[in-house]
């Protein structure tokens, strides 16, 4: 447990400003994310220092088929997220607190040797929202940029700018799960809202991060061309055309047991539709 970074004190305890969702955590209590917690008047990041899962994994599985393609990366999680998706691919990690997981416990420093020791050339902040354990994050991500290994950030994006422009310095790869164009999905399924996820990838190739982007596809939600359109377009009117794009098969999950599968000839009208609006590369995952 570590003492927190962006928050104010409160007359009744603090404001956590990590995230847009401004929590307002009273004496004892704790933010959206389950794992930021109010005590003595100060807010600690609970999960600093035990993951809960870590992996050495292929590059693409991020899915980042565009950069250092062909290579491992260590895979690092704790618990926490700042979205509540009902169709959560990793509910069990993300959707708890630090002590509803087993974990192993790891500080920066061992977390950069286990990667130097295996000959990893990155390491990936993965499977749940890393910006909510953003100090342990930040903390591995300076030691790893110190000793030349690549730190890569895959994100739902929803984040302040602050945390965000402090740790862009030390990123070099981030995969962005756009769940739509649409902010009503995003404020009925997800718990947010869609602006700052634009705003910040738009931040993030600002400052030269190789940005892939995820878009999975749930059947009767956001898979038809309408929202696939919306959001190719967005990407070119933003000239964001050589951004790769993932569309993602949905497998039901967590909350949301239906509707089954998504079609291959749903992932494969979308790749169709991305590429008439120039988009330069496009990836179909979980197929």
Known sequence: MQEARFYTKTVDGVQCQICPHHCRIKEGGRG????????????????Y???CALAIDPVEKKP????????????????????SCRWCQNSDISQVAPEETEYTPLTPEEVVNLCLKHSLPSIAYTYTEPFTWWEYMYDIAVLAHNKSLKNILVSAGYVEKEPLQELLPYLDAANIDIKSLDDTLYRNYCGATLAPVLDNILAMKAAGIHVEITNLLIPGLNDTPTHITTLCRWLSDHNLQNIPLHFSRYFPRYRMKTPGPTPTQTLLQAREIALSHGIEHVFLGNV
């Open 32 to 47: 959206i994310c389950r794992s930021r917690e109010c005590r003595n008047g100060k807010l600690y990041a609970l999960s």
């Open 49 to 51: 220092g035990i993951p």
């Open 64 to 83: 980042l088929n565009r950069f250092m393609p062909g290579t491992y990366c260590l895979s690092l999680s704790c618990t926490g997220c700042n979205l």
